[in-house]
């Protein structure tokens, strides 16, 4: 497991984390209108708008991103999209993606996470070289047939296939994100979502239960973090071992 994407791993989403992906959506839609506010004209809007809408972000947030950059709302902060680097002792490495508005109060919060949990923060470009940026094409297999996804995915520029639980992902270089798209929607085979995810080229496999509990802890605070927007890293965890850390987790919880 190279990652585990913000909020999707959670079985019970809690309303504060809806919430924070509700506002992730508003600025990253708030980062694309700053450029144009025209979806029509506006590609990155137009992507922006219809993956809040697949997560169902209600209108008036959307309405209300949209005008922090459309010349009506003048009262915003400029949000700033920065990459953070963590290396772990043992070979353990992640790279964070956030969106910010108030960039002191986000490397408070991210040095704040990472130092309660033994990580060292490492120069730009230390890290992140074990990270490659990927295309990644997300399949629900309830939705598609695999063997066809498997048969197809040799007739165009795809690296890897992942299977995860009820999603197959296509891994694909960036450079051949509309070859790949426009690929499988003339075969008429729908993808649930394309997004770029910084996938790594090496893996440490983790088997000692205090470091597995860190790390997992560790990615609990980071999709609680409102300023988060992803992260990866290439720590490999077995499904036993993960199963013990939440079984732990899960005892030692205080419970009002």
Known sequence: MWRWPTVEWKKNISNAIKQKVFSLHAKLISLAAAKWSDPN?????????????KDNVPSDNIERAIKKWSGEDKSNEQISQIIYEWYAPGGVAIVIQVLTDNKNRTASNIRHIFTKFGWNMWEPGS??????????????KSKVDENKIEEL???????????????????CPLDNLKEVS??????????EKSTVEYIPNNEVEVTEFDKALKIIKMTEALDEDEDVEDYSLNAIISDALEKEVYDFIEKNTFKT
């Open 182 to 191: 426009d690929f499988f929607k003339s075969k008429w085979v729908e993808f």
């Open 41 to 53: 004209l506006n590609p990155a809007l137009y992507d922006a708008l219809e993956k809040a809408r």
């Open 153 to 171: 995915m040799f007739e165009t520029n795809v690296d890897d296939i992942q299977k995860d639980g009820e999603k197959i992902k296509l891994i």
């Open 127 to 140: 890290v992140a070289w074990i990270f490659p940026r990927k295309w990644v094409v997300t399949f629900l």
